[in-house]
């Protein structure tokens, strides 16, 4: 996909410990996602703003936040909203599929195996 002059990392080059916000629903965040990301679903997502503003307080320094869906499209629509927000914000290409593809570690809440929805 293609989204112009949006920000954007590889799922490979996320660090392992980038602040990952994950913008699937809560069906797609239940099969599996990535261990310490912040969970605000898209439909969601700007009733719920102050959320990723506490979590990124919370860290020392301004974290760059690596957004993901399913795909890159969501995400990507809420990393050109961040960035209008003055965020450093990054959209995460192909989001869990590519991270899923690249071997990236994936955990569920339940402790079933995670997978990609």
Do not use: K
């Amino acid at each position: 996909m293609n989204f112009g002059p949006l920000p954007s990392v590889d799922a490979t080059a996320v660090p392992s410990e980038g602040f990952v916000l994950d913008v699937r629903e809560d069906d797609e965040w239940a099969a599996g996602h990535v261990e310490g990301a912040l969970h605000i679903p898209m439909s969601d997502f700007v009733a719920r703003f102050g959320e990723l503003t506490e979590a990124m307080d919370s860290i020392e320094g301004a974290p760059r936040v690596h957004v993901m869906c399913r795909v890159g499209g969501r995400s990507a629509q809420v990393t050109q909203y961040l960035v209008r927000q003055e965020v450093d914000a990054v959209n995460i290409d192909g989001g869990m599929q590519a991270w899923d593809a690249a071997g990236r570690p994936m955990v569920t809440d339940n402790g079933n195996p995670a997978f990609v929805l």
